[in-house]
């Protein structure tokens, strides 16, 4: 039965679970989930992921295990981001895709701050939305996950 | 930059209490939202954090319902949603005002609206379907931000039924001028093929079209599509190999627009994404994995840059190496790529090379050979995750031998871990490995002892099930099973003795069932008839035992009293339960009462000698018939199927009734043989003997079957480990170690050296070094490298003698310690020995070529040996005729025919003043005197495909026919089509016409000779060959101006520079020009200064021009025609011209 668990698993098309961030305090400032998950059980998800990050030291590797899962986590300043995925994605592409989606930030807010995500969250969620759908990582360039939401505040400012 | 960003955020404390700064400069500081963030960021505690948000719920409540709330403050009050959302608390009141702010907002906030609903609702929500209209029309709209958002939307949630509203519109944006649209498109085209891919099947044509599009991000969103379809299966989508190959070929070698890059790498996660499909596709096929070698191998080759990302590559890269069918040359270079991930000190890196050891060390477990130390490091990392992974390493090379210390490390690690997946999984694998590799048996019942108490009752059922099997089966030495079965209650015994409260449910029922089964074997037992009875009543008192476990210990008890002393005891025991409100547990009861009363009944049911054998089973329970009438006659419902039960009481689950896995369900038959009886008070006699047969064998309850489940049932641990297949072994004073096999392919087995190898790396601590010898000892003895195909790997042969060295100390130290002298060398011969095989293995696979005295290739209809397809390939003289003999000796190492010269005088006549190539020998064939040969004919207007099959033998060949079947080519026969009869040393011709239907840069013709030799006894051999685009372009010969008008009117283009070829006098553009003229049979139409243009057209087909201008010293070149494939194919053609010449 084990056995044919682990198969199972391997079957499985890579994927993203959820992404968050999270302060060193554990106060969630964004999260996106790609698989269902009932908005009452979320703080408590998050609060175990987030012990589980929090509890690692820097010499350690950045990538934890969680019930089926694994969690990519990268830490700037006092912000963490934490990616759940699944056990067949390559934790490595995925921690760099966390690295290209904070340079698109920061290409976007200037030098991007928590209180420009907490200000902006929609804004953030419009440019994560670019890059991650269903799980799938679908785009990377750093222009085209802009465009849109460029377009957007063009037309803001013409109004 | 990252450091910026840290420098930044690490200001933040500070900031925060500025209302002025720049994230916060465009919300007023007193707006609703500013104080919301504001609110949040102070909060404190739990508390407090619900106390806020409970009130700005209030108050989005209250706004929300406020008629003169406008769009634009619906925008905020929906971010002050999303804080709330965020923040685990539902607000199901703005759901609703969201789907109406897509719909009724300007631009800005209908995308506000579109995110609050994919972040508020459910894919299966119905509140969705409200959203279709909205949908619909966006898509329909002229601004192309509304268009975008709605295919955003769409790709993200749409209700499965309503994808044929929408199906149409978003099909027919896949030709929108804009790539934003198109690459949205295909991706709402995935979303709809992840929900409802029947939906979607019409039109996978238009998929393919994605992939070939111009933008390379349109491309990228279609191979998600791909990467499932191919998934699902892989045979249907092998044409397209090609193009996967093609496209990572460009993007490596860094085609792609700079803005694609990331941290100078070219598009990473698409290289990623490309190698994943290549891995399905290549997977067990050598002709698709052949096409791929290549590429991988560059892929490997470039991605050297010291970068996260670059890792992140070569880790999919050798993943999809070690997936595709094998190739000795890239297998070795994989492998020593991973050696740079373990052996570097940045510990992510670590991790990973952990990981795809994990993966490669399935193929060949003697890649962990050269990473002893690194492993052992590992293993005593102090990151928890990193031990984790070695452990899972270390399952993957567990053999007889080192499977006691790995074992070890494994229930060490359990003992501290806390996390419950990870536990539950390694006390899996335990057990896995205990079952398979067990060297004793005090050993394997120690450690399933550890498995039951670490495990608890979280681990998995089939543990415990297999475990209670294994005994109860037992093997084929009487004595041996006598012993394992002694050993287990010995060590039981000794368990209940102590303190028991701290044992899982699931270990208690185990040891009840055990003692209550073979008790009797203790020695003991007979003197003192009450010990181990007192021991499971005492277990029966304690508070911590479950109803589900006090039903398995009375059962237990029941088979135990035999004495007068137990007796006693269980009636005592019986009384107390006599009155339980838990029904099986009352019965139970009542059973052992009777059972203990009555010697003689007892002695029929529950006989020492019959607890293995059948117990006949009446199942149609016609014993009951009398039974049954009477109830109905007093009024009893009558006897409905479980079907007919189930389909009354849908909300009730009716009991199953069938048995659980193949474990033993002592309770559940019990339920169920009960529950099948109208009156629940039912015969005692009756239940006793479900009971007993529900207990000591395995009894399959449905269909009737009356005999034990035994057959099919795989015995994983005992024969093998038992059984001493070798005579003696004579361990102590050789030098070798007494495992050595064979090679598996038998004809191999080189004399193991003499030499030690010395371990890799300076010379480490003994303890390590110890430790090492010990983990891989054995390791690339039993497994061995299988190149020829993946198959698994060979089965235990040899087994450590359980009783001689084992059994009498029994613990894992003294077997690790006494492989301890040898071991060493064992790791070190086995390691040459095998390597040695291997490389003759390669080398044998790497020619390639089937054996020549015999073992012919064409009995199995599969792609032939690549051997040729270089050769075919291999060249376009563009002279008129050459001498017909191949160059290339190694093409063809079957023996000399007679095909040298008189085979090219066969030639038609009206071919033989045209250009072609040379000829090129097609299949060996089992039949030595046949033989094929094949020549191509340029013709202005075809390829003509001569073959020539020449009857080297005396006797005559009737009935010669040839068929060709290939997707991309159309075949059609010139002349020779069947031929009648070939006279011994005669050689027939056949031409065909051959067009190509799409362009692509190859393709593979397979065909088939038939032919008798005796007639009425047809025979066939397959052979193939191997056509290039190249084969089949043609010059297109336009004028400046027609070019021009062709040049506008062509829709698909590809740009790339190509190099630049320097020759004598000549321009370096004439020179290049010129080449590709030659060797690809353009037409050069102009050359003005420093820009030209050339032209060519498919045979039957569409053009394609070039454009060429000298930038620097390269040539951009600028490709265009009217078929999608044709540019990337023929400029993967230029290319190669280019770099040949």
Same mark, same amino acid.
């Given at each position: 039965?084990?056995?044919?668990?682990?198969?199972?698993?391997?079957?499985?098309?890579a994927m993203i679970?959820?992404l968050?961030m999270?302060?060193?305090?554990?106060?969630?400032?964004?999260?996106k989930?790609?698989?269902?998950?009932?908005?009452?059980?979320?703080?408590?998800?998050?609060?175990?992921?987030?012990?589980?990050?929090?509890?690692?030291?820097?010499?350690?590797?950045s990538?934890?295990?969680?019930?089926?899962?694994?969690?990519v986590?990268r830490?700037y300043?006092?912000l963490?981001i934490?990616v759940?995925i699944?056990?067949?994605e390559n934790e490595l592409s995925i921690y760099e895709l966390v690295h290209n989606f904070v340079e698109v930030l920061d290409k976007y807010f200037g030098h991007v701050s928590?209180?420009d995500i907490?200000?902006n969250?929609?804004k953030v969620h419009i440019i994560l939305d670019e890059m991650i759908q269903n799980g799938h990582i679908v785009e990377t360039n750093r222009n085209r996950i802009l465009a849109p939401l460029l377009a957007l505040d063009k037309m803001a400012e013409?109004? | 930059m990252s450091d910026v960003v840290e420098k930044t955020l690490?200001?933040?404390?500070?900031?925060?209490?500025?209302?002025?700064?720049a994230?916060?400069?465009?919300?007023?500081?007193?707006?609703?939202?500013?104080?919301?963030?504001?609110?949040?960021?102070? +909060?404190?505690?739990?508390?407090?954090?619900?106390?806020?948000?409970?009130?700005?719920?209030?108050?989005?409540?209250?706004?929300?319902?406020? =008629?003169?709330?406008?769009?634009?403050?619906?925008?905020?009050?929906?971010?002050?949603?999303?804080?709330?959302?965020?923040?685990? !608390?539902?607000?199901?009141?703005?759901?609703?005002?969201?789907?109406?702010?897509?719909?009724?907002?300007?631009?800005?906030?209908?995308r506000?609206?579109?995110?609050?609903?994919?972040?508020?609702?459910?894919?299966?929500?119905?509140?969705?379907?409200?959203?279709?209209?909205?949908?619909?029309?966006?898509?329909?709209?002229?601004?192309l931000n509304?268009v975008c958002m709605?295919l955003t939307?769409?790709s993200?949630?749409?209700?499965?039924?309503?994808?044929? @509203?929408?199906?149409? &519109?978003?099909?027919?944006k896949l030709t929108h001028p804009k790539e934003v649209i198109r690459r949205k498109a295909v991706l709402a085209l995935y979303?709809?093929?992840?929900?409802?891919?029947?939906?979607?099947?019409?039109?996978?044509?238009k998929f393919r079209k994605a992939l070939c599009d111009k933008d390379p991000g349109v491309m990228t969103a279609s191979l998600h599509i791909y990467l499932?379809?191919v998934?699902?299966?892989?045979?249907?989508?092998?044409?397209l190999t090609v193009s996967f190959v093609t496209i990572l070929r460009q993007v490596v070698g860094g085609k792609l627009p700079m803005d694609f890059n990331y941290h100078s790498v070219p598009a990473p996660w698409l290289q990623i994404q490309l190698l994943r499909i290549l891995a399905?596709?290549?997977?067990?096929?050598?002709?698709?994995?052949?096409m791929m070698y290549d590429v991988l191998e560059e892929s490997l080759r470039r991605a050297e840059m010291n970068h996260n990302i670059t890792y992140a590559i070569l880790y999919e890269c050798v993943k999809s190496i !070690?997936?595709?069918?094998? %190739?000795?040359?890239?297998?070795?270079k994989a492998?020593?790529c991973?050696?740079n991930f373990?052996?570097s000190?940045k510990?992510n890196l670590?991790?990973l090379?952990?990981?795809?050891?994990?993966?490669?060390?399935?193929?060949?477990?003697?890649? *962990?050979?050269?990473?002893?130390?690194?492993?052992?490091?590992?293993?005593?990392?102090?990151?928890? #995750?990193?031990?984790? @992974?070695?452990?899972? $390493?270390?399952?993957?090379?567990?053999?007889?031998?080192?499977?006691?210390?790995?074992?070890?490390?494994?229930?060490?690690?359990?003992? /501290?871990?806390?996390?419950?997946?990870?536990?539950?999984?390694?006390?899996?694998?335990?057990?896995?490995?205990?079952?398979?590799?067990?060297?004793?048996?005090?050993?394997?019942?120690?450690?399933?002892?550890?498995?039951?108490?670490?495990?608890?009752?979280?681990?998995?059922?089939?543990?415990?099930?297999?475990?209670?099997?294994?005994?109860?089966?037992?093997?084929?030495?009487?004595?041996?099973?006598?012993?394992?079965?002694?050993?287990?209650?010995?060590?039981?015994?000794?368990?209940?003795?102590?303190?028991?409260?701290?044992?899982?449910?699931?270990?208690?029922?185990?040891?009840?069932?055990?003692?209550?089964?073979?008790?009797?074997?203790?020695?003991?037992?007979?003197?003192?008839?009450?010990?181990?009875?007192?021991?499971?009543?005492?277990?029966?008192?304690?508070?911590?035992?479950?109803?589900?476990?006090?039903?398995?210990?009375?059962?237990?008890?029941?088979?135990?009293?035999?004495?007068?002393?137990?007796?006693?005891?269980?009636?005592?025991?019986?009384?107390?339960?006599?009155?339980?409100?838990?029904?099986?547990?009352?019965?139970?009861?009542?059973?052992?009462?009777? $059972?203990?009363?009555?010697?003689?009944?007892?002695?029929?049911?529950?006989? *020492?000698?019959?607890?293995?054998?059948?117990?006949?089973?009446?199942?149609?329970?016609?014993?009951?018939?009398?039974?049954?009438?009477?109830?109905?006659?007093?009024?009893?419902?009558?006897?409905?199927?479980?079907?007919?039960?189930?389909?009354?009481?849908?909300?009730?689950?009716?009991?199953?009734?069938?048995?659980?896995?193949?474990?033993?369900?002592?309770?559940?038959?019990?339920?169920?043989?009960?529950?099948?009886?109208?009156?629940?008070?039912?015969?005692?006699?009756?239940?006793?003997?479900?009971?007993?047969?529900?207990?000591?064998?395995?009894?399959?309850?449905?269909?009737?079957?009356?005999?034990? %489940?035994?057959?099919?049932?795989?015995?994983?641990?005992?024969?093998?480990?038992?059984?001493?297949?070798?005579? %003696?072994?004579?361990?102590?004073?050789?030098? +070798?170690?007494?495992?050595?096999?064979?090679?598996?392919?038998?004809?191999?087995?080189?004399?193991?050296?003499?030499?030690?190898?010395?371990?890799?790396?300076?010379?480490?601590?003994?303890?390590?070094?110890?430790?090492?010898?010990?983990?891989?000892?054995?390791?690339?003895?039993?497994?061995?490298?299988?190149?020829?195909?993946?198959?698994?790997?060979?089965? /235990?042969?040899?087994?450590?003698?359980?009783?001689?060295?084992?059994?009498?100390?029994?613990?894992?130290?003294?077997?690790?310690?006494?492989?301890?002298?040898?071991?060493?060398?064992?790791?070190?011969?086995?390691?040459?020995?095998?390597?040695?095989?291997?490389?003759?293995?390669?080398?044998?696979?790497?020619?390639?070529?089937?054996?020549?005295?015999?073992?012919? #290739?064409?009995?199995?209809?599969?792609?032939?040996?690549?051997?040729?397809?270089?050769?075919?390939?291999?060249?376009?003289?563009?002279?008129?005729?050459?001498?017909?003999?191949?160059?290339?000796?190694?093409?063809?190492?079957?023996?000399?025919?007679?095909?040298?010269?008189?085979?090219?005088?066969?030639?038609?006549?009206?071919?033989?003043?045209?250009?072609?190539?040379?000829?090129?020998?097609?299949?060996?064939?089992?039949?030595?005197?046949?033989?094929?040969?094949?020549?191509?004919?340029?013709?202005?207007?075809?390829?003509?495909?001569?073959?020539?099959?020449?009857?080297?033998?005396?006797?005559?060949?009737?009935?010669?026919?040839?068929?060709?079947?290939?997707?991309?080519?159309?075949?059609?026969?010139?002349?020779?089509? $069947?031929?009648?009869?070939? %006279?011994?040393?005669?050689? @027939?011709?056949?031409?065909? @016409?051959?067009?190509?239907?799409?362009a692509s840069v190859?393709?593979?013709?397979?065909?088939?000779?038939?032919?008798?030799?005796? =007639?009425? /006894?047809?025979?066939?051999?397959?052979?193939?060959?191997?056509?290039?685009l190249?084969?089949?372009?043609?010059?297109?010969?336009?004028?400046?101006?027609?070019?021009?008008?062709?040049w506008l009117?062509f829709s698909h283009d590809v740009k790339q520079n190509l190099r630049l070829i320097t020759?004598?006098?000549?321009?370096p553009l004439?020179?290049t020009l010129?080449t590709l003229?030659?060797?690809?049979?353009?037409?050069?139409?102009?050359? &003005?200064g420093s820009e030209g243009i050339v032209?060519?057209?498919? $045979?039957?087909? /569409?053009?394609c021009l070039l454009h060429c201008r000298v930038h620097a010293d390269s040539l951009a070149v600028w490709l265009r025609s009217p078929i999608p494939e044709f540019p990337d194919s023929l400029l993967y053609h230029c290319q190669k011209a280019l770099a040949e010449a």
């Open positions: 039965m084990c056995v044919r668990q682990r198969n199972r698993l391997h079957l499985e098309v679970k959820f968050l999270v302060n060193k305090q554990g106060q969630t400032r964004l999260s989930y790609y698989e269902k998950v009932d908005i009452g059980k979320r703080p408590a998800l998050e609060a175990d992921v987030v012990k589980g990050c929090l509890s690692r030291k820097k010499e350690q590797c990538f934890v295990e969680y019930k089926d899962f694994k969690l986590y830490q300043a006092a963490f934490v759940g699944s056990d067949t928590e209180l907490m200000f969250l929609d013409a109004h | 690490s200001a933040l404390p500070s900031l925060l209490s500025l209302d002025s700064n994230g916060a400069g465009k919300l007023s500081s007193t707006s609703k939202l500013g104080n919301l963030i504001r609110g949040i960021t102070e +909060l404190t505690s739990k508390h407090d954090e619900e106390k806020l948000i409970k009130k700005e719920l209030a108050a989005i409540k209250e706004q929300v319902a406020s =008629p003169n709330t406008t769009m634009r403050q619906m925008k905020e009050i929906m971010v002050r949603a999303i804080y709330c959302e965020m923040l685990g !608390y539902q607000a199901s009141v703005s759901y609703i005002h969201a789907i109406k702010l897509a719909q009724q907002g300007s631009v800005l906030e209908k506000l609206g579109y995110l609050a609903v994919s972040l508020f609702l459910n894919e299966s929500d119905e509140f969705l379907l409200l959203l279709v209209n909205t949908v619909l029309k966006d898509l329909q709209s002229t601004n509304e709605a939307a769409v993200q949630m749409f209700p499965k039924d309503m994808i044929p @509203a929408i199906l149409p &519109i978003v099909e027919e979303k709809f093929y992840l929900i409802a891919p029947n939906q979607v099947q019409h039109i996978h044509s499932q379809l998934k699902e299966s892989p045979e249907s989508y092998k044409d399905y596709l290549g997977k067990e096929d050598q002709g698709t994995s052949e !070690y997936t595709v069918y094998p %190739k000795a040359e890239l297998l070795e492998a020593k991973i050696g373990v052996l000190p510990i670590k991790y090379g952990l990981k795809a050891l994990t993966y490669v060390v399935a193929q060949d477990p003697n890649l *962990a050979l050269p990473h002893q130390m690194t492993i052992i490091e590992c293993l005593d990392h102090s990151d928890i #995750i990193i031990k984790r @992974a070695t452990l899972e $390493l270390l399952f993957r090379i567990t053999n007889a031998q080192n499977v006691t210390v790995i074992v070890e490390k494994m229930l060490e690690f359990l003992r /501290q871990s806390s996390n419950d997946y990870s536990t539950v999984d390694l006390v899996g694998k335990v057990a896995e490995l205990a079952e398979k590799y067990s060297p004793d048996n005090g050993w394997f019942v120690q450690t399933m002892n550890s498995v039951f108490s670490l495990g608890g009752d979280r681990m998995q059922p089939d543990i415990p099930n297999n475990f209670l099997r294994l005994l109860a089966e037992g093997f084929d030495s009487v004595e041996e099973d006598r012993q394992l079965r002694l050993f287990a209650v010995d060590s039981y015994v000794l368990l209940l003795q102590g303190e028991t409260a701290s044992l899982p449910q699931c270990f208690l029922q185990v040891i009840s069932w055990v003692l209550g089964e073979y008790a009797h074997l203790r020695p003991d037992q007979a003197s003192d008839p009450g010990k181990v009875m007192r021991l499971l009543t005492r277990l029966l008192d304690q508070r911590h035992a479950s109803a589900q476990t006090r039903r398995w210990i009375l059962s237990a008890l029941t088979k135990l009293c035999s004495s007068p002393v137990s007796i006693a005891l269980a009636r005592d025991v019986g009384e107390r339960y006599f009155g339980s409100l838990d029904t099986v547990l009352r019965q139970r009861a009542h059973e052992l009462m009777i $059972l203990s009363q009555d010697a003689g009944l007892r002695g029929r049911v529950l006989s *020492a000698e019959g607890r293995l054998e059948h117990v006949e089973v009446d199942s149609s329970l016609s014993f009951l018939d009398g039974h049954v009438s009477e109830a109905l006659a007093a009024g009893a419902a009558p006897y409905k199927p479980p079907h007919q039960r189930q389909e009354e009481l849908a909300h009730e689950k009716a009991l199953s009734l069938e048995p659980y896995g193949l474990s033993l369900p002592v309770s559940l038959s019990t339920c169920s043989i009960t529950d099948r009886l109208t009156d629940r008070q039912s015969p005692t006699r009756l239940s006793i003997s479900s009971s007993v047969s529900g207990n000591s064998t395995e009894l399959s309850l449905k269909g009737g079957s009356t005999t034990l %489940k035994l057959d099919g049932v795989k015995r994983v641990w005992g024969k093998e480990g038992y059984l001493v297949q070798q005579p %003696k072994e004579v361990v102590e004073e050789t030098p +070798l170690p007494p495992t050595e096999l064979p090679s598996p392919l038998g004809s191999f087995q080189s004399p193991v050296s003499q030499t030690q190898t010395a371990s890799p790396g300076p010379e480490p601590d003994q303890e390590r070094q110890q430790l090492a010898s010990s983990l891989f000892v054995g390791v690339g003895t039993h497994h061995s490298v299988c190149l020829m195909g993946r198959t698994e790997a060979a089965p /235990q042969r040899f087994r450590r003698k359980p009783k001689g060295t084992g059994s009498s100390s029994g613990t894992s130290e003294h077997s690790s310690n006494s492989s301890h002298s040898s071991s060493g060398t064992a790791a070190g011969n086995t390691l040459d020995s095998t390597t040695a095989a291997t490389g003759q293995q390669i080398s044998q696979h790497a020619l390639g070529h089937p054996p020549v005295n015999g073992n012919p #290739i064409v009995e199995t209809p599969g792609p032939l040996p690549p051997v040729r397809d270089g050769g075919v390939a291999a060249e376009i003289p563009t002279g008129h005729t050459d001498s017909g003999t191949l160059a290339d000796p190694n093409e063809d190492p079957v023996p000399v025919r007679p095909r040298d010269l008189p085979l090219i005088s066969h030639l038609p006549a009206e071919l033989s003043g045209l250009a072609r190539s040379k000829l090129t020998t097609l299949c060996p064939g089992p039949d030595p005197g046949l033989a094929l040969s094949s020549c191509r004919v340029y013709k202005e207007d075809a390829l003509v495909l001569v073959v020539f099959v020449s009857n080297n033998s005396d006797s005559t060949l009737h009935r010669v026919a040839l068929r060709f079947t290939s997707k991309q080519l159309e075949v059609s026969c010139v002349s020779g089509d $069947l031929v009648e009869e070939v %006279k011994g040393h005669s050689v @027939a011709t056949c031409q065909y @016409a051959v067009v190509m239907m799409r190859d393709v593979e013709l397979a065909g088939l000779v038939s032919y008798q030799r005796v =007639p009425g /006894q047809p025979r066939a051999t397959p052979f193939s060959l191997r056509l290039s190249k084969h089949f372009i043609r010059p297109l010969t336009v004028s400046t101006g027609e070019y021009g008008k062709m009117s020759a004598g006098d000549q321009s004439t020179a010129d003229r030659d060797r690809l049979h353009l037409h050069v139409v102009d050359i &003005i032209a060519c057209r498919l $045979l039957r087909g /569409q053009p």
